[in-house]
Structure formats: C-alpha cells, structure tokens
C-alpha cells in the first residue's frame, strides 16, 4: 500500500498538474491476468469489480456501462482512474484488465483519499503569498488535488515574474506522509533578478522610442514583469497609426531583459468627407424634395512620432444646424504614462439655440485594468436673437442654462485591430455629476421662473458595450449595445441627446430624435473580401425616452440595411443604404437614406 503511495506521490511531484495512471501495483511483474485484447469494433459490457469501500465511491462516478469497441472500452477505464485522482484518490488504479468475447471486467482499487494536513510557508514573502492568494487554512484538512498544486504553483510563479524574477521555480519540500495526510513547505528558489533594459523598435517606424516607453510602461532598470509584456501587444493594437507584426519578443542577458517590438506605421491619418442624401419631410414652398447633409472630418494622428493626435470634425445635420467637434490628445505629460486631452463641441439647431461644451480630462492606461480617465467638463446653452415667440404663458421647450460636471470613464479594450477589428470586446462606460443653473432670460416674463428650481443637480450616465465574433473564414458577427441616461429633476429640449443618423441609428435623418434616455443594440455581420474591405448586413433596434413635462416620449425604432466597404486610390469608400421603421412610420423605399463617402488616409 505504502510503495504504491510513493511512487505515486513522487511522479505528482515530478509532473505537478498531470496527474499520473497507475494501471498496476508498484512490483515490476505485469499485472495478473491475461494481457489487453487488441483493438477491435466490437461492441463491450465493462463490468467494474471492486472492494465494498470502494463501490460506495465508484456511484458517484458516471462511466458508460458499454463501449462500442475495445479501444473506446479502455478510454473509458482510463478516464474514470484520472478523475478519482483528481479528485485526491491518489493511489487509485486498474490492477486487473480481463477480456472476454463482449465483455471487459476491470479490477478496480480506488484506497483513500488523500487530504493536506498542512501546507506551510517556506520562504515566500508575506507580500508574494497575498498577491498569489495562499493561506494555509485553505489547505489544512482539504483534499490533496494535484490540480489545485498546480493552480497554486502558477499563481506563485506569475507574481514572481512580475517582481524581478523570470526564472523562477516552486518546489514542495520537507514532505511527510501521516495519515493519510499530505504535510510539507511550499519553497520558492526565485532565480537571479533581472531588471528591463531598454526597448527595441524593429521595422520602418517614426514612432519614438521614449513614447513608447512611457505608454508600455517598460522603464529600464525596473524589475522586470511578464505582465507588462504581456500587456504590451494588446495595448499597442489599440494604437490606429502602428501595425503590431508579431508578439514582442524578449531577450535576457547579464541580468537584464531587453523586448523587441515588431512593428511598422500604418496610414492613420484621416480626411473624410461624406455627403447624405435624404427627403426633406416638410418641404416649404420653394424648397427641394430632397435635402444634403455632410460630414467633413480631420485627424492627424502621432505627430511628430510622439503619439499626439488633432482633430477636427464639421457636421450638416439639416438646411439650418450645424455641428463641430475638434479634440486634442497629449501622451506623456511632463514624461509621466499620464495623457492630458481636451475637446471642445458646438451644436447650433437652426434658430432655436447654441450649445458649446468643453471639456479637459487626463487618462491613465494601466496594464491591466484597461484605461481609467476623470474630466471636467462646462455645458452652455443659449436661446439665439429670435425671441419674441418667447412671450408664451409658459416655459419655451428650450432655456437657457450651465451646467458644470465632474466624471470618470473608463474603457477596456481587447480588440485584435483598432481599424477592422476581427474579434475582440471593447467596453466604454461614463458617468458624470454636476450642478445645473438656468439663467433667465429678459425676454421670458420672469413669474414663470418661479415653476422651476434655478439650480439643481444633474446626473450623466453612459455605456457601450462591443463584441466581435470570427465567423468561418471571413466572416465577422459584430454586435453592440449602447446607451446613455440623464437625470434632473426638470429637463429641457436643448438638455437632451440626439439620435439617429449613420453613426448612430441609421435609416433616419441625422439627430432626428431627442431623448433623454435611450439604449441601441445592433448586430452587423461583415463578410470580408480582402483586409480591409468587406460588405455587410445590419440591424439597428433602439429604445428612446423623452421625459419632458409638455411633451413625454417614447418610441421603438429599427433600422434596417445593408452596405460595402472597400478602398479605392483615393482612400477607403463606403456605401449605406438603411430604411427605418417607427411607430409612426412603417419601412418605405420613399423614406430610405444613402450614405456615401471616402475615407482618406495618408
């Protein structure tokens, strides 16, 4: 019994985390009976023959009480001895294999089950053992499973690696049989400490050594840790303007690691240019049947190789509004792995108000937990020159106000390619807190102030959430789900979101609705023709809400369609073709949107 335990043990030792069939008892003589039949498709009964102690546990286990063949009989015999040690019965085995003409009898021996008496502290620090979660209650009395062994030696060896040390190894030591009961000292012989060296660029690139440096966060002579490394291939696939060739790669020498990042610059650089065609659903006399919107938009990406990024965004949503987005992006402010943004909108609807809303953030990427980013930011809306339908008996459904807000987003992103991505998720969530102050206006009769609190608090909330699915060979399901919320306890038209349009809900107008909640799911499947061209299926299903006291709203839109992506000389077009669906208005060729445009990257 005691050799079988042994032999047993120290294989586990040997090869933590496999465990190890013993098919006969430790003597070197074969075991009795004749010898295993040769494979054949004729089908067998197994028939399981065992102590009364050991029956009891074998109810427990769900092995099939036939096999189609021989070959199929003995996977199942292996399978049950695997799965009793696992499950701490360490000395279990199949002694005997009896074959008959349809028959398999198994001699089974499953003894006991090994339990730790206890599991010591040898020399890891206080600090290693809480980060690899070891507490010696948990393995004091517990099974012995070889699989949790392992568990506990790779978390071990992860915080290892992450504190300067590479090459290190985790043994059990001082090891005692009593029992029944596992006794012994987890040891650590942690290796030489090797600290990171430098960064190594490989391939045509302007990016700049010292950027990268602060944005992996690899700084020579820091202790090195895999995690970073690990780390350093997915954050640089988040970056549009560099193409990630192959994993980073590491070489150690004299105590110091210096990683090779194979890479080369991709056009980045953006100019847009997209033109709507769509019907203008309340022609005036005169005017046309179909109206134009456009999008013009500019990013200039890693400038000067420092990751800097500039842009500049011009919307027509309509004949009379407008919308301009501009934003500006500092990595490594004052050499910390710190990015200092800012971004500045204005929104005018027609002649009914001006909104302007900047807004000053700092982000930091962390290697682990995705990028972490607090802002401030000051709304000002304003009522434009023609006021004199203003002289109502109530509150206009626009006002003017300010609002001042605090917040956090933060973002995950494991997406493969920031430009076609193929699989991957990316997560986005906001949310922001301030104090609203309406401002009267000389036009509006003052008394009718008095039916609203001129300061409040104003509360923001938004999310998205994005997965991309490998479908086959060139296929890519793609779905999402959005949304944002606002919370007061007086709201007005020009406080509210704007939806609808390619960027948000196609097969309606751009901004067509106003809400002040609103969730959208979309699910897309893009059949690829080449790398970065493709054409696809959509649709769009959105909830909107609209909690205004004099005109509360709620609606269920969908948005259909289908287009193409594919790059010409001149940069990348797209086509879209959508149609929408409200409870007002059903899907109609009549009312069908088309978006076309390029895309120009240099």
């Known amino acids: 019994m005691y050799a079988r335990t042994l032999v047993f043990f120290w294989l586990t030792l040997l090869l933590p985390g496999s465990p ?23 089908p067998k009964v197994i028939q399981l023959v065992a102590e009364a102690a050991d029956r009891a546990v074998l109810r427990r286990y769900r092995t099939p009480a036939s096999a189609p063949d021989s070959l199929t009989a003995l996977r199942n015999v292996r399978d049950l001895v695997l799965a009793l040690q696992a499950d701490a019965y360490l000395t279990a085995s199949a002694d005997t294999l009896r074959w008959g003409r349809d028959t398999l009898k198994v001699g089974l021996y499953v003894g006991e089950q090994f339990r730790w008496a206890r599991l010591r502290n040898g020399n890891l620090g206080d600090d290693l053992l809480q980060r690899a979660g070891f507490r010696e209650k948990l393995f004091r009395g517990a099974p012995f499973q070889p699989t949790e062994w392992a568990r506990l030696q790779q978390r071990v060896l992860a915080e290892a690696e992450n504190q300067g040390y590479p090459f290190a190894t985790v043994r059990l030591d001082s090891v005692a049989l009593r029992s029944g009961g596992v006794e012994g000292r987890v040891v650590l012989d942690r290796g030489p400490v090797i600290v990171f060296d430098s960064l190594e660029l490989v391939g045509r690139t302007k990016t700049k050594k010292r950027f990268l440096t602060k944005f992996l966060q690899i700084t020579p002579g820091q202790p090195y840790s895999q995690q970073r490394v690990d780390a350093a291939a997915q954050l640089l696939r988040q970056l549009p303007y560099l193409h990630l060739k192959a994993e980073p790669e590491v070489r150690f020498s004299l105590g110091r690691a210096r990683v090779y990042l194979l890479v080369e610059d991709r056009s980045a650089n953006q100019f847009d240019a997209i033109v709507g065609v769509l019907p203008n659903p309340n022609p005036l006399a005169g005017e046309n049947k179909v109206q134009l919107t456009g999008d013009v938009t500019i990013n200039l990406r890693n400038l000067s190789g420092g990751g800097k990024q500039v842009g500049l965004q011009w919307r027509k949503t309509d004949v009379a509004s407008q919308l301009l987005d501009a934003h500006y992006l500092h990595p490594n402010f004052f050499g910390t792995p710190l990015e200092l943004g800012g971004s500045f909108n204005l929104y005018k609807e027609g002649n009914d108000f001006l909104t302007i809303r900047p807004r000053l953030q700092v982000t930091y990427p962390t290697a682990r937990a995705g990028r972490v980013t607090f802002f401030t930011e000051r709304r000002s809306s304003r009522l434009l020159s023609d006021t004199t339908r203003y002289r109502l008996q109530a509150l206009p459904d626009n006002i003017d106000y300010t609002y ?5 987003d933060y973002a995950w992103n494991t997406l493969d390619d920031a430009a076609f ?3 991957g998720l990316l997560v986005l969530t906001q949310a922001g807190i301030g104090t609203k102050q309406i401002t009267k206006n000389p ?6 102030y008095n039916k609203v609190a001129l300061r409040s ?3 923001s909330l938004g999310g998205r959430v994005e997965q991309y699915f490998k479908v086959g060979k060139n296929g890519v399901l793609f779905a999402r789900v959005r949304g944002e919320a606002l919370l007061n306890e007086r709201l007005f038209l ?13 097969g309606f107008n751009e901004l067509e609705f106003y809400a002040s909640s609103y969730a959208i799911g979309t699910v897309e499947f ?14 769009d299903q959105a909830y909107l809400r609209r909690s205004l006291p004099q005109d509360p709203f709620e609606d269920l839109p969908t948005g259909l369609g289908a287009g193409l992506s594919f790059r010409t000389g001149a940069g990348m077009f797209q086509f ?3 149609v929408g669906r409200t409870r007002e208005q059903n899907f109609s060729l009549n009312a069908s949107k088309i978006h076309f445009g390029i895309t120009s990257r240099f």
């Open 457 to 459: 608090t104003q509360i």
């Open 421 to 423: 991505p193929r699989r």
């Open 20 to 42: 190890v069939l013993v098919w006969a008892q430790s003597s070197p003589s074969p075991p009795p009976g004749p010898r295993p039949a040769p494979v054949s498709g004729r």
């Open 443 to 448: 036009e509006i009769v003052d008394s009718l």
């Open 494 to 506: 020009n406080d509210l979101f704007r939806v609808g349009g390619l960027s948000t809900l196609r």
């Open 576 to 578: 879209v073709y959508s």
């Open 404 to 408: 001042n807000s605090y917040g956090f």
């Open 526 to 539: 893009r059949q690829f023709t080449g790398s970065d061209a493709y054409v696809f299926l959509f649709a």
